[in-house]
């Protein structure tokens, strides 16, 4: 009878497959790229514009400093982007910008209040 000894080449193949898939796993979780943490950043940049559109009583141009829980300083921008006054019913319109570390980093969330004036 003879004996061989080595491996087999599925064997061999499912052994990169292995390698290959924990490496990338491995390297993505040590190097987080920019990609991975561009969504947070929207998502959170985003929610903090509405919270200050939506907690201030009248709309003005206000800058509000905001430093999150990793030690990053952001500064939401709120602004009066337009006024439409008829005799009765006035529309303010206002818009929130979060900045990141002094870049803009997300989009503005716009917000219009009917029965006030500037």
């Given amino acids: ?5 080595g491996f087999t080449l599925m064997e061999v193949l499912v052994s990169f497959g292995i390698l290959i898939t924990t490496g990338t796993v491995m390297f993505r979780f040590m190097h987080p790229g920019k990609a991975g ?3 947070w950043t929207n998502d959170y940049g985003t929610e903090l514009s509405r919270i200050a559109l ?3 009583p009248t709309l003005k141009d206000t800058i509000i400093e905001h430093t999150d829980a990793t030690g990053i300083h952001w500064e939401i921008r709120c602004e009066v982007v337009g006024t439409i006054a008829p005799a009765n019913d006035g529309e303010l319109c206002a818009k929130a910008t979060a900045i990141r570390n002094n870049i803009d980093t997300t989009r503005a969330v716009h917000l219009c209040r009917f029965g006030e004036e500037p």
């Fill in 1 to 5: 009878m003879k004996r061989c000894s």
């Fill in 37 to 39: 943490s561009t969504p």
């Fill in 54 to 56: 939506l907690s201030m």
